[in-house]
């Protein structure tokens, strides 16, 4: 190891660059496609140093794609998905047209859903965010009908059995009541779709307005409905680290 460069497996680097899945560069190597420093590697654990060594497939050079990683308040209203308006809805596409990127979002937001979303077109990373085997935590603000009372915050604590099983969520705590609303916030690692408006309604309250203000260490912060910003290196950092993915260049 040198000034700070990791090596990878072929196989990794090979899907960093965008070429195929890791299984399939594994079918590449064995097949003899592959050549590193101009001599075909057959060896499935050989490793990369991504700085210096020129990697072919087929004869032709690879590199790794640049990748983006976005974060965009959703605001209420919008659908999570790219392609123009949809049976009269406006979709994300519209906020995220000077992204040059073909990026993509990483798990949704119900259409009158709003806060954070991380859109990419780095697809392992994306992966790992809506793969529930990663428990990649997310938080959400509820603002719920009613008052919700200690007795039911502590049965939400334990965990409710919805129409696809049980849900539990990692945290609840009350932020505050209001006059006839209540505000929470609540943690799940897990996407089931509707997850939050249906574990709450589950306890007699309905939801009124639902925001998701992190996902994992990355937190929505400033950013004003319909913005979007680059993520920073901290950022990207820590998620990646929460993921469980490593950098394969050390900074
Ligand atoms: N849970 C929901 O009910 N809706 C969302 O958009 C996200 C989580």
Same mark, same amino acid.
Request: with cysteine.
């Given at each position: 190891?040198?000034?700070?460069?990791?090596?990878?497996?072929?196989?990794?680097?090979?899907?960093?660059?965008?070429?195929?899945?890791?299984?399939?560069?594994?079918?590449?190597?064995?097949?003899?496609?592959?050549?590193?420093?101009?001599?075909?590697?057959?060896?499935?654990?050989?490793?990369?140093?991504?700085?210096?060594?020129?990697?072919?497939?087929?004869?032709?050079?690879?590199?790794?794609?640049?990748?983006?990683?976005?974060?965009?308040?959703?605001?209420?209203?919008?659908?999570?998905?790219?392609?123009?308006?949809?049976?009269?809805?406006?979709?994300?596409?519209?906020?995220?047209?000077?992204?040059?990127?073909?990026?993509?979002?990483?798990? !949704? #937001?119900?259409?009158? %859903?709003? $806060?954070?979303?991380? /859109?990419?077109?780095?697809?392992?990373?994306?992966? +790992?965010? *809506?793969?529930?085997?990663?428990?990649?935590?997310?938080?959400?603000?509820?603002?719920?009908?009613?008052?919700?009372?200690?007795?039911?915050?502590?049965?939400?604590?334990?965990?409710?059995?919805?129409?696809?099983?049980?849900?539990?969520?990692?945290?609840?705590?009350?932020?505050?009541?209001?006059?006839?609303?209540?505000?929470?916030?609540?943690?799940?690692?897990?996407?089931?779709?509707?997850?939050?408006?249906?574990?709450?309604?589950?306890?007699?309250?309905?939801?009124? !307005? #639902?925001?998701?203000? %992190?996902? $994992?260490?990355?937190? /929505?912060?400033?950013?004003?409905?319909?913005?979007? +910003?680059? *993520?920073?290196?901290?950022?990207?950092?820590?998620?990646?680290?929460?993921?469980?993915?490593?950098?394969?260049?050390?900074?």
């Amino acid at each position: 190891m040198e000034g700070g460069t990791l090596l990878v497996r072929l196989n990794r680097y090979l899907s960093m660059c965008g070429v195929a899945s890791r299984r399939k560069a594994d079918e590449l190597i064995l097949q003899g496609r592959v050549k590193v420093n101009g001599l075909v590697v057959k060896e499935l654990g050989w490793r990369v140093d991504p700085h210096r060594d020129v990697v072919e497939v087929d004869g032709r050079e690879v590199k790794p794609a640049t990748y983006r990683y976005i974060i965009l308040y959703k605001p209420c209203c919008y659908l999570t998905s790219l392609g123009g308006t949809k049976e009269g809805k406006r979709t994300i596409e519209e906020l995220i047209k000077d992204i040059s990127e073909r990026v993509y979002p990483a798990g !949704r #937001l119900d259409y009158n %859903a709003e $806060g954070l979303l991380i /859109l990419t077109n780095d697809g392992e990373l994306a992966h +790992r965010i *809506m793969h529930p085997r990663h428990k990649l935590p997310k938080t959400y603000l509820v603002w719920v009908s009613g008052i919700v009372k200690g007795e039911t915050l502590d049965a939400m604590k334990r965990g409710a059995v919805l129409e696809d099983g049980p849900a539990k969520p990692d945290s609840v705590r009350l932020v505050k009541h209001m006059k006839d609303k209540s505000l929470i916030e609540i943690v799940f690692h897990e996407g089931r779709k509707h997850i939050v408006k249906r574990f709450v309604s589950s306890f007699g309250h309905k939801v009124i !307005r #639902l925001k998701r203000v %992190a996902i $994992g260490p990355v937190r /929505l912060g400033k950013l004003k409905p319909g913005e979007w +910003r680059d *993520m920073t290196k901290e950022e990207l950092k820590s998620l990646r680290q929460a993921l469980g993915i490593k950098s394969f260049v050390r900074d």
